[in-house]
């Protein structure tokens, strides 16, 4: 299973990314996904998360109401849209999937992206 995250770059405040993550070699629309972030010096955090289906989504409260999480499973890909960037949101930005529900605790998760970065600057 490969994951593969891109769209990250630099953005100044109050301005907006897509990041996508392209999935292969698993059954993508039985997996769950997930976005986490890590931000310089700090643990790797839950940002947003999506059913196999899209029908359920999760987000952490820091991202409510800017970011928005989606799929194309024909596509095999995952999105996240940012709205309203903050430098806190200044992170290198990771794909995660796992075969089964939808969690936000990073632990859960079996595959991961390489990340990419997202630099927000004020």
């Known amino acids: 299973v490969q994951l593969q995250a891109s769209g990250g770059g630099l953005v100044q405040t109050g301005g907006s990314l897509r990041l996508s993550c392209v999935t292969s070699?698993?059954?993508?629309?039985?997996?769950?996904m997930a976005w986490f972030r890590q931000a310089p010096g700090k643990e790797r955090e839950f940002v947003a998360a999506t059913s196999w289906s899209g029908s359920r989504t999760y987000y952490a409260e820091s991202v409510k109401g800017r970011f928005t999480i989606s799929r194309d499973n024909a596509k095999n890909t995952m999105y996240l849209q940012m709205n309203g960037l903050k430098p806190d949101d200044t992170a290198v930005y990771y794909c995660?999937?796992?075969?089964?529900?939808?969690?936000?605790?990073?632990?859960?998760?079996?595959?991961w992206g390489q990340g990419t970065q997202v630099t927000v600057s004020s």
């Open positions: 070699g698993c059954s993508f629309s039985a997996y769950s």
């Open positions: 995660a999937g796992r075969g089964g529900d939808i969690y936000y605790v990073q632990s859960k998760y079996d595959y």
